[in-house]
């Protein structure tokens, strides 16, 4: 009995009540209790003690709190008893619920990307076409400056020709052959230069087989100038062979690429210088 | 008004209607041991909606875990308030409540706490007075710390800088005191 009264006054039980002994002096203090009655006793008047001391330090937690921490427990409550097939199904529906929501968000955000992507491929291609469009015109646009540079360029040559006193024209006239056509030759002896004005040609349009060739009679041999096409829309002046001297200029029709002497029966016109 | 609706059974009877799992010993526990256990867990955390929190949690705890309290154990409230105990201090020492600020070391809380809780919750604290003429500060000091405050009695004597068989010796003589008081 004394070893007794030595344990429970070592203030063991105390601790053990306040939760602070180690696992092996629990099991000691539960071990004791159940051997001793007297130990038994004093750890229940401990618990008492210890219990009263909250009571009187107890602080009324607010009325919302009870139906709150009430509701979660007997929400358990009803799980764990009453309706257990629910409760599955309840769980289940929150199980389902969350990946159904990020599910839906990828679905609009493919949804949004997909028809963005559509949107896009289509300005895209209204604009590819545009652009297209744009250099059609462009190139038009070139092409008719380099045309009208071109003339422009032409016209001017033709002009400074016109201009130049060296040049002499000389209209020859449709021999009985031909008697409506016309042409005129420039012919410039300092610069050795013979020039046609396509433009004023009047002359029987020939066929793909035949050419005109220009003549010039130097003292009374015929010399070749090269050999031109007749064309409606032929115009602008086009340079011939060089030659020095001329007495006349005469132009017959050819086999294409011309000929070593001129054909005298096919001489379309005529002139003298 | 809600005073005459709380619900008092014996312990008994509130362990056998627990064990059985009925609806009205969740009630009866509730209004017999909330304001025993959120006195304790108030005076460990300090700011009242972690506190009312951790009640939650406590008597979760209690309902799901009741199977492994027995009688032979020792009193209910033993072992709920133990539950309640770890709880709030699993609380203030984890991450997030650091983290929040919230908390004032607990070494600078032991009087504080009491000493805010007794003027803010006075009404609820008749009786009091009697228990603090009854015990000397010093005990009353020591039963707090182990109590209230979670220390073991190795870190209350650290604390209070008095020899470990002091601390053992004073703790008892509170109890006894209390005892004598009670009885």
Same mark, same amino acid.
């Given at each position: 009995m004394e070893d007794l009264k030595a344990y429970i006054e070592s203030g063991i039980l105390e601790l053990y009540v306040l939760g602070d002994v180690t696992s092996a002096e629990k099991l000691q203090v539960e071990e004791m209790a159940s051997k001793h009655p007297a130990i038994k006793a004093e750890l229940d008047e401990i618990e008492r003690s210890i219990e009263l001391y909250a009571e009187e330090n107890a602080i009324e937690p607010s009325e919302q709190l009870r139906n709150r921490i009430l509701g979660?427990?007997?929400?358990?409550?009803?799980?764990?008893?009453?309706?257990?097939?629910?409760?599955?199904?309840?769980?289940?529906?929150?199980?389902?619920?969350?990946p159904g929501k990020e599910t839906n968000f990828y679905k609009y955000a493919f949804a949004a990307c997909l028809a963005l992507l559509i949107a896009s491929a289509v300005a895209l291609y209204n604009l590819y076409n545009r652009l297209n469009d744009t250099n059609t015109q462009l190139n038009a646009m070139q092409v008719q400056n380099q045309?009208?540079?071109?003339?422009? $360029?032409?016209?001017?040559?033709?002009?400074?020709?016109?201009? #130049?006193? $060296?040049?002499?024209?000389?209209?020859?006239?449709?021999?009985?052959?031909?008697? +409506?056509?016309?042409?005129?030759?420039?012919?410039?002896? %300092?610069?050795?230069?013979?020039?046609? #004005?396509?433009? $004023?040609?009047?002359?029987? /349009? !020939?066929?793909?087989?035949?050419?005109?060739?220009?003549?010039?009679?130097?003292?009374?041999?015929?010399?070749?100038?090269?050999?031109?096409? %007749?064309?409606?829309?032929?115009?602008?002046?086009? !340079?011939?062979?060089?030659?020095?001297?001329?007495?006349?200029?005469?132009?017959?029709?050819?086999?294409?690429?011309?000929? /070593? $002497?001129?054909?005298?029966? +096919?001489?379309?016109?005529?002139?003298?210088? | 008004m809600s005073k005459k609706r709380k619900i008092s059974l014996s312990e008994e009877e509130l362990v056998l209607s627990l064990q059985h799992r009925e609806k009205i010993a969740v009630e009866a526990l509730? #209004?017999?041991?909330?304001?025993?256990?959120?006195?304790?867990? %108030?005076?460990?955390?300090?700011?009242?909606?972690?506190?009312?929190?951790?009640?939650? +949690?406590?008597?979760?705890?209690?309902?799901?875990?009741?199977? %492994?309290?027995?009688? +032979?154990?020792?009193?209910?409230?033993?072992?709920?308030?133990?539950?309640?105990?770890?709880? /709030?201090?699993?609380?203030?020492?984890?991450?997030?409540?650091?983290?929040? &600020?919230?908390?004032?070391?607990?070494? &600078?809380?032991?009087?504080?706490? #009491?000493?805010?809780?007794n003027t803010v919750y006075k009404p609820e604290l008749t009786g009091v007075k009697d228990l603090v003429q009854t015990l000397k500060p010093e005990q009353k000091l020591i039963i707090d710390l182990v109590y209230f405050k979670g220390y073991t009695h190795v870190e209350a004597a650290e604390e209070l800088g008095i020899p470990l068989g002091t601390i053992k010796t004073r703790l008892r003589m509170a109890i006894q005191e209390l005892r004598k008081h009670f009885n």
């Open positions: 979660s427990l007997l929400t358990n409550f009803g799980d764990d008893n009453n309706f257990p097939t629910q409760t599955h199904v309840e769980r289940e529906n929150v199980v389902v619920m969350q045309h009208f540079s071109t003339t422009v $360029s032409a016209k001017d040559n033709e002009l400074n020709l016109l201009r #130049d006193t $060296s040049y002499k024209l000389i209209h020859l006239k449709g021999t009985a052959k031909s008697p +409506e056509s016309i042409m005129t030759v420039a012919f410039s002896p %300092s610069k050795q230069k013979v020039v046609i #004005d396509m433009g $004023s040609l009047k002359l029987p /349009a !020939n066929d793909k087989t035949h050419q005109y060739q220009l003549w010039a009679l130097v003292g009374g041999k015929p010399v070749d100038l090269g050999v031109f096409d %007749s064309t409606v829309d032929s115009s602008g002046f086009k !340079n011939m062979k060089a030659i020095a001297s001329a007495d006349a200029f005469a132009v017959t029709l050819e086999p294409r690429g011309g000929s /070593a $002497s001129p054909t005298l029966s +096919e001489m379309m016109v005529l002139g003298k210088y | 509730y #209004d017999m041991y909330s304001a025993s256990l959120f006195g304790v867990i %108030s005076r460990i955390i300090n700011d009242t909606a972690i506190a009312e929190d951790v009640l939650q +949690e406590t008597f979760v705890k209690i309902w799901h875990s009741f199977s %492994s309290y027995s009688t +032979e154990k020792g009193r209910l409230f033993t072992w709920m308030v133990n539950i309640a105990r770890n709880l /709030a201090i699993d609380k203030i020492r984890s991450k997030d409540f650091k983290n929040q &600020n919230k908390n004032q070391e607990i070494e &600078n809380n032991v009087t504080f706490i #009491d000493e805010q809780r």
